[in-house]
């Protein structure tokens, strides 16, 4: 079946440790998105991809960093400078438009990292 | 700024009732507003709205959007307990690929 699949589902760290978080879909979009969830904050936009080899800061970048070798996955790492790195991060692909904005995104089911 | 407000933040009702929950956006270049629920942890789509004044109607669950005052409703009519879920709106920008979302209405049915 086709989906997103995000790993792992569950992550603890120590303060001063970088993490990486995978995300791998099978649905042959061009377009992936991370997102971090706070409680009574919705969705904020991390990174983004519209194609292999190219990514975009979101409104909350800094402390995070991606890249996009390849068609399938948009690994997300979290870096020590991320000052509050404890969240619920959620990947996503769409299909690109060229024009007329994203449609549809679909998500993965989610990593919670929570640091020590 | 790009900017989504949801409301209210949480709403508990019985089971039976019918609820409406609220989206507001202030999109520069806004190109369609979506609608997600997220029950436990992957939030599934619902609608996507890009014409002011047209339905969109799925089952009991209804959407309409208002473009002139920048505002969307979800209608839920005659709930059950597995409507409970967090409801999410998100507006999308016109020629870029990203969504920016809301809070999120936490909804919660009681039987």
């Known amino acids: 079946d086709g989906g997103i699949t995000q790993s792992p589902k569950y992550l603890f760290r120590k303060e001063g440790q970088n993490v990486t978080l995978s995300c791998e879909q099978n649905l042959n979009h061009d377009a992936m998105y991370w997102y971090r969830q706070d409680p009574g904050q919705g969705l904020r936009l991390i990174y983004y991809?519209?194609?292999?080899?190219?990514?975009q800061k979101g409104d909350i970048a800094e402390g995070y960093s991606v890249s996009r070798e390849k068609k399938e996955s948009f690994p997300l790492t979290v870096t020590s400078a991320q000052k509050n790195p404890t969240a619920f991060y959620l990947c996503a692909s769409s299909i690109r438009r060229l024009a007329g904005g994203t449609g549809e995104l679909f998500f993965g089911e989610g990593s919670r990292l929570t640091v020590l | 700024e790009d900017k989504v407000v949801q409301s209210p933040l949480s709403l508990v009702v019985h089971e039976g009732d019918t609820v409406t929950l609220n989206c507001s956006y202030e999109v520069t270049n806004f190109r369609s507003l979506l609608w997600y629920k997220q029950e436990k942890k992957a939030p599934t789509f619902l609608f996507m709205l890009?014409?002011?004044?047209i339905e969109k109607k799925s089952g009991r669950l209804s959407s309409i959007l208002d473009k002139k005052e920048l505002f969307s409703i979800l209608n839920i009519t005659a709930t059950q307990t597995g409507d409970s879920a967090v409801y999410l709106c998100a507006g999308g920008i016109q020629g870029a690929q990203k969504l920016v979302f809301g809070q999120g209405t936490r909804l919660t049915i009681n039987p």
């Open positions: 991809s519209q194609i292999v080899n190219d990514f």
């Open positions: 890009t014409s002011s004044g």
